[in-house]
């Protein structure tokens, strides 16, 4: 830091961004969120899915080092907002992470995958199902980020 004045503008900046980050992220998630009425099934493609954009979306914030703390604390938020206790949100979270994720390392597609399906079927019972024509659209909009 320098001057109050050269220090101030940069915190007022790194404010402003982090605030512009978490809207972004707030809006991801009422996109991503399963419908109410969503069978368990849909439910568990749903959760499956939002899991790898939320992770991506993580990977993309520029948290370097401690990126899969943010992505657990991310994922944990999102669940949180489909109504979930916080405690259990956590709980899940760590069961599909399990340690897989790590500092420094850009995880592959797969795992990133791989956690989305077990964090999947740890909620709902059934594992996510791919290649749904009716979802194509929903697919294209979510990967539009």
Do not use: N
Request: a negative charge; aromatic letters at 8%; one cysteine or more.
């Amino acid at each position: 830091m320098t001057t109050p004045d050269e220090t101030a503008e940069r915190v007022v900046a790194a404010l402003l961004e982090w605030r512009e980050w978490l809207e972004r992220t707030a809006g991801r998630f009422a996109e991503l969120a399963p419908p109410p009425d969503a069978s368990p099934e849909d439910r568990s493609w749903h959760l499956e899915r939002a899991c790898v954009r939320l992770v991506t979306h993580t990977l993309d914030s520029g948290a370097e080092g401690g990126w899969y703390g943010q992505a657990s604390i991310v994922l944990g938020w999102f669940l949180t907002s489909t109504g979930m206790d916080r405690a259990e949100a956590a709980r899940a979270v760590q069961r599909a992470i399990g340690g897989r994720f790590k500092s420094w390392v850009t995880p592959e597609r797969t795992l990133i995958e791989s956690v989305g399906e077990d964090l999947a079927a740890g909620l709902t019972g059934h594992a996510p199902y791919r290649g749904h024509r009716e979802r194509e659209a929903l697919e294209v909009l979510h990967d539009r980020y």
